[in-house]
């Protein structure tokens, strides 16, 4: 049901494409996982699920209250829906998610498919189970609990090692400072809202400005990351998402 080894699930990540590609090959065929092949179809993302135990005993420590009781109607704030924890783990990705975006929608392509109407949210915020938002608590249907979270601004365009570290590390940053969760993008006023980074440039400017992802990458890496993936946005700006697709089809 999940992997509680970040390393191994990011393994299984990698080993699962390459065996995709590998098999359709003996077919004549090619596997593509391109986030936006056709502007007229769905994206192709690939959606990152969180939930927090205790390490010693393995008790979940993500719902404060069952999900019957967050229903509209009910005098209860949708962040008392969670434990201070899971508030803070939660605030924490939403602090660092424009600079996380430079690592996990790494590519000019990785934006074709983020923005209104297209269920990966478009400003910075979280809401219980709306599929609207970039950051979804979700609630799981059988124990009626909020058990995790949802992260949907991923796709297979980034580095999953990379992208998955600094989901986590910004998530434990917010456990570790204590911070207070800030209201859900319905509570918000249009005015409060904060938009995303709209191309992979302004993220990656929001990675290089962020002080606790660069420092989790070190200096060589942030500096050579940072300077391949601006020459590939470049590179990518005046392409059509037709040459996208034809470009990743000769690579495979």
Same mark, same amino acid.
């Given at each position: ?29 090619? #596997? ?133 570290? #600094? ?65 590939? #946005? ?19």
């Amino acid at each position: 049901q999940y992997s509680s080894d970040p390393i191994e699930l990011c393994d299984n990540i990698v080993l699962a494409k390459e065996t995709i590609q590998s098999v359709v090959k003996q077919f004549g065929y090619k #596997a593509l996982f391109l986030p936006k092949y056709d502007m007229t179809k769905a994206g192709n993302g690939q959606h990152v699920h969180v939930s927090l135990r205790e390490a010693s005993t393995g008790k979940p420590m993500f719902s404060a209250l069952e999900r019957n009781h967050v229903n509209v109607g009910y005098d209860v704030s949708p962040s008392d829906a969670l434990t201070t924890q899971a508030s803070s783990f939660v605030e924490g990705m939403l602090m660092h998610l424009p600079a996380i975006l430079g690592l996990s929608l790494p590519t000019t392509n990785s934006y074709r498919r983020v923005g209104k109407g297209c269920w990966t949210g478009s400003v910075v915020g979280w809401a219980l189970e709306d599929k609207e938002v970039g950051i979804r608590v979700c609630s799981n249907l059988k124990t009626n609990q909020w058990d995790h979270v949802e992260c949907k601004l991923f796709d297979s365009s980034a580095n999953p090692y990379l992208a998955l570290s #600094a989901l986590l590390q910004s998530g434990l940053s917010g456990i570790e400072s204590n911070v207070t969760l800030r209201p859900s993008v319905h509570s918000q006023s249009t005015q409060d809202s904060v938009p995303l980074p709209a191309t992979v440039e302004e993220a990656l400017n929001e990675l290089e400005g962020d002080a606790l992802l660069t420092t989790m990458l070190g200096p060589k890496l942030t500096k050579a990351y940072l300077a391949i993936r601006r020459h590939e #946005a470049s590179r990518a700006s005046e392409m059509t998402v037709e040459q996208e697709v034809n470009e990743a089809l000769d690579r495979c």
